[in-house]
């Protein structure tokens, strides 16, 4: 482990800060050392399936300019000396270092994390003011950035015409903080803010996801559907007589919500499962390994780690834990045998020889890891 949060005080912060308003904290991370440089960082957004964007303000006819990598070398040469900003996103699933610094945000639960986003500046660089509808870290790990941020939420904000950026017309700041390397500042969503670069810097965002109410229905839906629940169809059996036939009453409008309502109203592990394979989904699918390990003694011939893309849960229900991996579910006893096996699995990033071997005392539970090897949530360290 190379650094640690320190002197935060983490129940402090969930209780008066988080989600609430923003939070500056000086030199939390002390003597941090990116495990990225910005020509590093260049690098990797040259590379196809990086996540990356380039935004320069003042270039041409537009105040403001959004470009989408990959990258090539020359569009890096031909960059202004100042004035622009380049981001790349998931930084984490290349950097196993920046992985590592994630697991200092498990205070807050894992599923919530989106991604940790690196972005570099020189002199003058931001991507103007804005705000986003997503809780944020945003750590100085090199150079200076100067914030300028609201206390509150900003709704609807006026933004600046035929732009592909979402940038404020107008903004007054609250709060204004020069953020050196080892500060960090907490926002929470909707809080409008301006970080402009005040020499070269490295800033990460580590971002947190939120589902909208219709990403839970789709998941519910899903769901119900696979349980061949929700095929109750709308009934009228007290048809209103005194209508005109091309109307939709208020009345009907009530049977329609109600029916919907009704299958909301489901057993307590549909709404689990909904949760929690919304939660763990991920971009791994369908993968085939080619020679796919049949028994769990063949595992113990190599070593294997977690698919970077791996998001694994667990839900600790009265009569068995439900685990849930990349969008998948399995139904396991409930002892704590099971659930001490199911938290190594989820808080390391190697499969450790001693999980194997409890893997092994139980059927469910060396069944579950012959099936993550073969849909690639566990993958081989040599390939
Ligand atoms: C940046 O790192 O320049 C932008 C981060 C943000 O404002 O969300
Ligand atoms: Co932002």
Not at 122 to 151: A, C, I
Not at 152 to 164: F, H, I, Y
Not at 223 to 234: I, V, W
Not at 319 to 340: H, K, R, T
Request: proline share 6%; with cysteine; charged share 20%.
């Amino acid at each position: 482990m190379i650094w640690q949060l320190q002197g935060f005080d983490r129940v402090e912060f969930i209780q008066q800060y988080w989600q609430k308003k923003p939070c500056l904290m000086r030199q939390v991370f002390a003597n941090f050392q990116s495990p990225v440089s910005p020509e590093e960082l260049a690098g990797l957004a040259c590379e196809e399936g990086v996540h990356s964007r380039l935004v320069i303000e003042k270039d041409a006819e537009t105040p403001w300019q959004l470009s989408y990598g990959p990258f090539s070398e020359d569009e890096f040469r031909s960059l202004p000396a100042s004035h622009y900003s380049l981001l790349v996103s998931e930084c984490e699933k290349w950097i196993p270092e920046l992985a590592e610094l994630l697991d200092e945000f498990r205070f807050i639960p894992s599923w919530r994390i989106d991604d940790l986003m690196v972005s570099y500046a020189p002199l003058g660089g931001s991507v103007g003011p804005h705000s986003d509808e997503y809780d944020v870290f945003l750590l100085q790990v090199q150079g200076h950035r100067k914030w300028q941020y609201t206390n509150s939420r900003v709704e609807n904000p006026t933004l600046l015409a035929g732009l592909d950026l979402a940038i404020m017309q107008d903004f007054t700041a609250d709060q204004e903080a020069v953020l050196a390397p080892g500060d960090m500042l907490y926002l929470p969503p909707g809080i409008a803010h301006h970080g402009v670069a005040l020499d070269p810097c490295l800033t990460y965002s580590i971002g947190f996801r939120a589902a909208t109410a219709v990403e839970v229905l789709e998941s519910f839906i899903l769901e119900a559907d696979r349980r061949n629940l929700g095929s109750q169809r709308y009934c009228d059996r007290e048809l209103e007589v005194n209508r005109h036939f091309a109307e939709i009453t208020d009345t009907e409008v009530d049977r329609f919500k109600n029916l919907a309502l009704s299958l909301l109203d489901a057993p307590r592990q549909l709404w689990v499962d909904t949760a929690g394979k919304l939660l763990s989904d991920s971009v791994i699918n369908d993968f085939s390994p080619e020679q796919p390990p049949a028994r769990l003694d063949e595992l113990f011939q190599f070593d294997w780690l977690i698919n970077p893309e791996t998001k694994m849960l667990y839900h600790r229900g009265n009569s068995s834990i439900s685990f849930y991996c990349n969008g998948q579910s399995w139904e396991l006893p409930n002892s704590d045998q099971v659930i001490a096996v199911i938290q190594a699995l989820c808080e390391h990033r190697v499969l450790a020889a001693s999980t194997l071997e409890a893997c092994a005392l139980q059927p469910a539970l060396s069944k579950l890891l012959i099936e993550l090897v073969n849909n690639g949530a566990i993958v081989r360290a040599d390939q």
